[in-house]
Every structure is written in C-alpha cells, then in structure tokens.
C-alpha cells in the first residue's frame, strides 16, 4: 500500500493550544493536501502545498514540507473547540490528479 | 471551487441488492472520483469517472463491482452491486475545476450499511 501515515493517531489539547499533526508519505509527489473531517462527512479542503513549496500559511494554519524526509507537518495554532475533527494528509504524486490519503488524526479541542 | 450534493445520503440495504449513488455538481469540472472509507478508516480511491467513457479502476476495484457512469461534465453515479457487509462504507465523490487546478473538492458522502 502507498497510504502515508500519520501521527499521532489521536490527539487532545485545551483551547488555546497549538496542535501539530505529522505527516511522512512514500513516494515522489507533485503536490499534498491537508482535509479535515467532521464526524465522518465530507472533506473540508485546507491548504495545498506543492513539492517546490517548503512552508504555506493560510489564517492559523501553518504547513511545512520536506520532500528530502517525505514528510509534512499541520500546525494549527490557538485552537478551538470547532477545530476538533479528523485531519487527512493526501498525497498526489502525478497522473491524473489521484490522491493517496494518509491514516489521519482525530484531533480533540477541550474548552 | 465547487458545490457537491450526493444522494442518498445515507441508506440502510440488504445483502445481495444494489444501491446507485448520485453525485452532481453546480458546474462543469474536469476531473471527478470516487472513494471508500471503511468505518474508522481513511480514504481509499476506488476509481475515476470519465465522461463518456469507461472509469478508471484502481487496483482492488472492478467494474462489475463498482459501476461508475459520468454522462457529462456535472454528474456522476456509482453502483455498488451485489452488497455485502463488508461494503459498508462512506462513499465519497470529489472534483478538480480545472486542468492544472490539482485541488480537489469532496461532496458529503453517503453512508452505507449493509445487513
């Protein structure tokens, strides 16, 4: 399988707090997407970051990428309660746009 | 991007019957796909629509299994035929808007259950 995994699996911080979920894939790729996941609807699509990119930011999130380690990082700084979800990396490594997901991480937001 | 209904959203079968998912979109995009996520598990591509002709099926998936159509530019259906239990899943279609837009949007799934 080329699923990526992701770590941790679980994850449960206070309000306020930043959150960093990581991501290492196995494969080359063209670009990686961060999703989330509301109590298993659809994909909220956050941020895309393509493999010249090292670092993006969009609002509170914060997304590095090292194609040299295979890996990729979410950081989501002061965090709130609606933030608690599911997080999907997914990787596109060419042809077709197909997307390989990672194992996600079920974040948890305490007030 | 785009907006994304399937229907149904969720639905309860009985094994050995077929259920057709519908997926539309509000406007004309160039890629769509089609996705399981078992219960408690990530997402896994099962195929890509093309309009007008035959889907792509990845590696574990086929045709007489999974029926996919895409008559035009805004919608798509999967079959999922035959259903056991262990095709109980959410199903999931997304899109790309645009050649060389590699973001890709996800309708709201449809959830599964077969008995």
């Known amino acids: 399988s080329q699923q990526g995994e992701e770590d941790p699996q679980a994850l449960s911080i206070q309000e306020g707090e930043n959150a960093t979920m990581n991501c290492s894939y196995k494969?080359?790729?063209?670009?990686l997407q961060w999703y989330r996941q509301n109590s298993g609807r659809g994909l909220v699509h956050l941020i895309l970051?393509?493999?010249?990119?090292r670092e993006k930011h969009s609002g509170r999130l914060r997304v590095t990428l090292d194609t040299s380690k295979k890996s990729s990082s979410l950081l989501i700084t002061a965090s709130r309660a609606a933030d608690t979800a599911s997080y999907f990396c997914?990787?596109?490594?060419?042809?077709?746009?197909?997307?390989?997901f990672g194992t996600g991480t079920q974040l948890k937001v305490e007030l | 991007s785009a907006v994304i209904s399937q229907k149904p959203s969720r639905d309860i079968c009985q094994r050995g019957t077929s259920l057709t998912i519908q997926c539309q979109v509000d406007?004309?995009?160039?890629?769509m796909f089609w996705y399981r996520q078992q219960p408690g598990q990530s997402l896994t591509l099962i195929a890509t629509?093309?309009?007008?002709?035959?889907?792509?099926?990845e590696s574990g998936f086929v045709i007489d299994k999974f029926p996919i159509s895409r008559p035009n530019l805004t919608f798509s259906t999967l079959t999922v035929s035959n259903m056991s239990p262990e095709d109980s899943s959410i199903y999931l279609c997304?899109?790309?808007?645009?050649?060389?837009?590699?973001?890709?949007?996800f309708g709201p799934g449809t959830r599964l259950l077969v008995l």
């Open positions: 997304s899109v790309t808007v645009a050649t060389g837009r590699e973001t890709q949007y």
């Open positions: 494969t080359s790729i063209n670009n």
């Open positions: 970051i393509r493999s010249n990119e």
């Open positions: 997914a990787t596109d490594a060419g042809g077709g746009n197909k997307l390989t």
């Open positions: 406007s004309q995009v160039t890629m």
């Open positions: 629509a093309n309009q007008g002709s035959e889907a792509t099926y």
